[in-house]
């Protein structure tokens, strides 16, 4: 058997880098999955690509940053589907490592935005169906920014923390109702995310201090193969924890 047999999956940011490679990844383990993302036109080409691969997904276009869209999201997945068994919170932006004093109030609510009000969305829609069915994996993508200080710049830092302080709440407070709820922090992987990014001069300055002592960057595939664990009944015994996947970055 495979290792989402018949498992309903949804992926926020399935549309490109480590969202994409889960998406692949999943389908080719049996997974149903929903391809969420901001971009149709990326939604559509995973879409495809699993469907090449006799996989099964459909896709769903639309921002997380609203519930509106998010509600959306998790009516698609339940009428295709009809259980959500695997929530994988991907999608999140970069906030051009800007220190406080540049933070402007729309940069700060864009991120917080995507990276932990989405986040939050998606998981209180998803633990209420969890709760009903007596079982559900949640997967945040974190990153070591919400474990370390300076990986990225204040409003980035603050909202990876804050996914990886709910991810902790809602594996204990659930843990006994067949709920599990871990993320990942990954280091520097290659993938899209630097895509239009204008770095701020001295807040880039500051990180680049520390990016010697990253050994090496990652692929997404690699982050993926984490997901499916987690994601998997063989992490049973994982829950309310970050796993961290970069490479030994953050043992020096
Ligand atoms: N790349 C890295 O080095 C790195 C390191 C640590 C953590 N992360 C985290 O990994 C996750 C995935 O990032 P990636 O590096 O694969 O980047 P990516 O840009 O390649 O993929 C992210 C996807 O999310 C989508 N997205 C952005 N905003 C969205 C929104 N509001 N609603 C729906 N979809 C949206 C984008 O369209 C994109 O397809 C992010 O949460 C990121 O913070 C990345």
């Known amino acids: ?38 971009k149709a036109d990326r939604v559509e080409a995973v879409v495809k690509e699993i469907a090449s691969k006799n996989g099964t997904a459909i896709g769903f276009a639309g921002n997380i940053a609203r519930e509106e869209d998010v509600n959306k999201l998790m009516d698609a997945c339940m009428a295709k589907y009809g259980t959500i068994d695997v929530l994988v919170n991907d999608a999140g932006i970069m906030d051009d490592f800007t220190p406080v004093a540049d933070v402007t109030d729309e940069l700060w609510n864009r991120v917080m935005g995507v990276n932990l009000f989405g986040p939050f969305y ?5 633990v209420r ?26 409003a980035y830092t603050a909202s990876k923390h804050g996914l990886a302080g ?25 993938t899209n995310i630097m895509e239009g990014a204008s770095p701020n001069k001295f807040g880039f300055e500051r990180i680049s ?35 961290v996947a970069d ?3 953050t043992a020096f």
């Not at 990844?25 to 993302?37: I, N, Q, R, T």
């Not at 991810?167 to 280091?187: E, L, S, V």
């Not at 990652?218 to 994982?238: Q, T, Y």
């Open 1 to 38: 058997m495979k290792t989402l047999e018949n498992k309903s999956v949804i992926i926020t940011g399935a549309g490109s880098g480590m969202g994409r490679s889960m998406a692949l990844l999943f389908a080719s383990e049996g997974a149903k999955v929903v391809v969420a993302d901001l």
């Open 122 to 126: 998606t998981c209180r829609l998803a």
């Open 129 to 154: 169906q969890m709760l009903k069915q007596g079982k559900g994996a949640i997967v945040n993508v974190s990153s070591i920014g919400g474990l370390q200080g300076a990986r990225a710049g204040a």
């Open 166 to 190: 709910l991810t902790k709440n809602i594996g204990f407070m659930y843990g006994t109702k067949g709920i599990r709820c871990n993320a990942i922090a990954p280091g520097g992987v290659n």
């Open 209 to 243: 201090t520390g990016m010697a002592s990253n050994l090496r960057m990652a692929e997404p595939a690699e982050v993926a193969e984490l997901a499916l664990f987690l994601a998997s009944d063989k992490a049973s015994n994982i829950n309310g924890t970050v796993v």
């Open 247 to 249: 490479g030994g970055w």
